[in-house]
T-cell receptor, first 109, second 112 residues
Framework: GQSLEQPSEVTAVEGAIVQINCTYQ??????LSWYQQHDGGAPTFLSY????GLEETGRFSSFLSRSDSYGYLLLQELQMKDSASYFC??????????FGKGTTLSVSS | KAGVTQTPRYLIKTRGQQVTLSCSPI?????VSWYQQTPGQGLQFLFE???????NKGNFPGRFSGRQFSNSRSEMNVSTLELGDSALYLC???????????FGQGTRLTVV
């Protein structure tokens, strides 16, 4: 079968750095994606890692280790607007995104 | 460039009825996927279509079905609705390999 594990909740203060981990078990692994979803909104794409290593996009970075079936999303210089749910998703065989249950990030001032 | 459009946005149905939801992908995107989102369960994959062919299917009962038309628009159908089918149904489109999926605003289905 397939499964993804990520923490259900994370809290932090403005300006801090937060790391959201994701471990996965799946067949047909193509890559790991991260999506952000604000309350009442649609999920939006943040990053995609097909190869091992770190991908940086502004304040957000994502890391993948295929040998460890592990990845993380790193959010730096946290802002209140970063309060949202964050989902890791495995790209399975290029035909499906299998999502974790999401991590709710609460940023306080 | 228009985004992914889902209709209707909200729907209330009675147990036992059936429902059809519609999704218009971004122009040029040939892959359309459907997800069910419920509190605490995240986004659960229903199925994916590419060029009118279902390429992948999640672990849902046969009451859930879908199709894709030649213009890439997609519909999903749920028959014999149950209370547990109440959820936000999200459609996502991508050019091909789902490296970056673009989601619609979803259809909020309530079964009473």
């Amino acid at each position: 079968g397939q499964s993804l594990e990520q923490p259900s909740e994370v809290t932090a203060v403005e300006g801090a750095i937060v790391q959201i981990n994701c471990t996965y078990q799946t067949s047909g692994f193509y890559g790991l994606s991260w999506y952000q979803q604000h309350d009442g909104g649609a999920p939006t794409f943040l990053s995609y890692n097909a190869l091992d290593g770190l991908e940086e996009t502004g304040r957000f970075s994502s890391f993948l280790s295929r040998s460890d079936s592990y990845g993380y999303l790193l959010l730096q210089e946290l802002q209140m607007k970063d309060s949202a749910s964050y989902f890791c998703a495995v790209n399975q065989a290029g035909t499906a995104l299998i999502f974790g249950k999401g991590t709710t990030l609460s940023v306080s001032s | 460039k228009a985004g992914v459009t889902q209709t209707p946005r909200y729907l209330i149905k009675t147990r036992g009825q059936q429902v059809t939801l519609s999704c218009s992908p971004i122009s040029g995107h040939r892959s359309v996927s459907w997800y069910q989102q419920t509190p605490g369960q995240g986004l659960q994959f229903l199925f994916e279509y590419f060029s009118e062919t279902q390429r992948n299917k999640g672990n849902f009962p046969g009451r859930f079905s879908g199709r894709q038309f030649s213009n890439s628009r997609s519909e999903m159908n749920v028959s014999t609705l149950e209370l547990g089918d109440s959820a936000l149904y999200l459609c996502a489109s991508s050019p091909d390999a789902n490296t970056e999926a673009f989601f619609g605003q979803g259809t909020r289905l309530t079964v009473v």
